[in-house]
């Protein structure tokens, strides 16, 4: 008699799991073929035959060891920002300004790294750049956090113009204190002996160091995030604040610790941006990794699981489209209007999933 | 016009708001659908107003099958309602907020028909007033004057006489008396019985989800009553425990927030005390129990608990010191609507630890809705409770060995059983020494329940006085202002 009502409500989130998985890749197949039909109807329109255009953008990515290798160091900073997001998206936080912390954590790496010139023990320096990085980027964070804690600056504004302050910061010091020998430029600054180059692997050219830290981000955020308290009150602050003031939840501390967690994983993936890729600051080290990584993390469904498939599927995207301007004379732009198209469908989807929920709920 | 419905059904998931409801209304009556809170009274009137699409059944305007899917297909059709909170501009005038919607656009048109309409109906709204600065009831008769305007031949009502003063009431029904008597059909949804006795001609009354009986005028109360609740349940035991020392002392106090603001509020509350705060509904009741929850800061004035003195936000202290505050908006204030029943009250737990304690969370949501009697599962949303059921988990969250429990209408949505089983409970931490406070819109309930009862009307307290001193008409009277 007592275990009847046990057995029906464990039934039942059995059920809604299967249709919200249902649900999910129901609205990741909708987004792709809007993006697929909108790619066509471009390609067509530039001349271009589309499925030829697809075949190089398949080619262009997972075509060979060494394309493999460019698309996983892709897929390293980009999951290694969504991560981040995925603790200030829980709090109800919109992290724009991921970008900059990315740029921080750079920043940061490169003034370890450079202080580590000509000394012994490189690997040790390497080790201690990369938590100056996440460091870096959890402080860029944390200003950003308070700019809205306690100033009453949305987060939104405050991590875009945070964004622009760290872009200001790397351009000075490009350009100013960290110049090349002789002459300043925008291939950023000198590069980094050997030996403070992050080791890569094999064919791929892919740093283990990097590709392990985040698999090791992505299952800690998962467990976190469902296991640990700072999950369940993430959650609860960022779906009605009040009510977690009520239940002796301090909203503005977690906010806090949202950001800089997001601005610590956002800070490790420009720290082997520095270590692992150019070996040296330059002036677009974030790559506009951490704009995309707010969509791979909306297209992810906020699902920490998800979020290594999709930072995969758009890494490929972006190391893809690289050849379709070589190949097929197709303007080179053609990759920032497919790019376009998927953040728009991802913002319809999302429109479309927030109605469709509202009016089911009702 | 005359309205039939047909085995109207609405069902949400498992649960069914409206089981196979019939009604008629004939024209030119004034009907009452009455029935506790959760009866179903609301999803009815919704379904009708066109808010709602129905599971189930049929509508008849006039004999002819009416289809339609929104508000504004409905008022296209002749039936208005009156929404409990009014559905109006507070930043626009009178006359402004009349002409929208409605079919007179021209300004000196509209102005002409809103003082026709005011004559008619013996409001006294003057049209350049800002909408903002009215009271509740006289939004209310705004909004009739607009319906009125747009042509309807149904007026619905939902629980109008909620949070408007006596005089305004008796306005209010004279108005629809005379609307009826022009060939409207009037619908009044209410759980009061007392209103229903006043102005209706026929009543039907719900229980849960279905008709559980209709009635003539003259109404015989007990049978109302028995309608609504089956076998009346008999109130709880009031058990009198003489007061302690001082739990909380509000000295001079001024505050901000609600509608009017605390003014000069000087009140002492003792251990093992009930105290009943009555008023309608904003008069400041609200701002007492969150500054002695510690949730806002006094503009001036000083706020003690057992004599420490309470500055600042103080809430983590006083809850450390066990004070529970029950918010009375529950989605908005009290539950996180998309996280469940076990993770709330995993979060609820005490338990200290990095990890979250899932299976104790499961447990004790289980054995929470087997006692509190909550329908729904562990794993069932907040926000998808009913509120009566989001209400018994709020409870469900009250500490067993409280202090001082500080509630804003604790049983609001509830049925009389369940409210009286809910105080049965909540008194048993009285003798141990706990003070409780407590806001309601039922002077009955503070009557039964309170040792004490506090009177606010305009923001502050007029009036201060044991509940076996008093009685209902002279509490009636002070929540007018006249004390």
Redesign the interface.
Known sequence: MKSE??I???S??AA?RSRRVFRFFGEIGLTLSIVLIFAVGVLLLAGAPPFSAFYHLFKGSLGSGSKLGHVLNTWVPLTLCACGLLYTFRIGLWNIGVEGQVMVGAVFTTLILRTGMGQPFPNAFIGLALLAGGIGGGIWALATGYLKTRGGVNEIFAGLGMNFVAQGLILWLIFGPWKRPGVASMSGTELFPRELWLPTAGFLRLSPVGFTLTLFAVAVTAVLLR???I???L??IG??P?????????PGRYMLLAMIFAGGFAGLAGGLQVSGIYHRLIPAISSNYGYLALLVVMLANYNVWAVPAVAFFFACLNVGSIQLPMVLQVDSSLAGVIQGTLVLAVLAVHGWRARSRKAG?? | MRVQLENIHKHYGNIRANDGIGLTVEPGTIHGILGENGAGKSTLMKILSGF?PRTDGRILLDGVPAEYRSPAEAAARGIGMLYQDPLDFPQLTVLDNFRLGGPTPKTRGARRRLLTLNRDLDFALPPGAQTGGLTVGERQQLEILRLMDMGVGVLILDEPTTGISATQKATLFAALRRMADTGKSVILVSHKLEDVEALCDRVTVLRRGRVSGEAEKPFRPDRLMEMMFGTPPDPPERRRIRPGDPLLTLDRVHAAGGRTGLVDCSVTIREGEVVGLAGLEGSGQGVFLRLAAGLTIPRQGMIRFRNVPLNGTA??FL?SEGVH?L?GSR?????????DIA?HM???SDKE????H?ADGRQTA?SR??RYKIKG???SPA??LSGGNQQRLLLSFLSPNPSLLLLENPTRGLDVASAHWVWQHLQSACPAGAGIIFSSAELDEILMIADRVLVFFEGAVIKDVQSEATDLRELGLAIAGKA
């Open positions: 009502p046990v029906m409500n464990d039942a989130p809604a296991y640990a308290r999950g369940l009150n959650r609860a779906g009605n009040r009510a977690a003031y009520l239940f002796g939840l301090q709920s009702s | 709602t809430y983590p809850k505050f918010p989605l908005e204030e009290g539950l996180i609507p998309e996280m993770e995993a979060l609820a630890g990095f990890w979250v899932w289980v809705i087997e599962g562990p794993h926000g998808s």
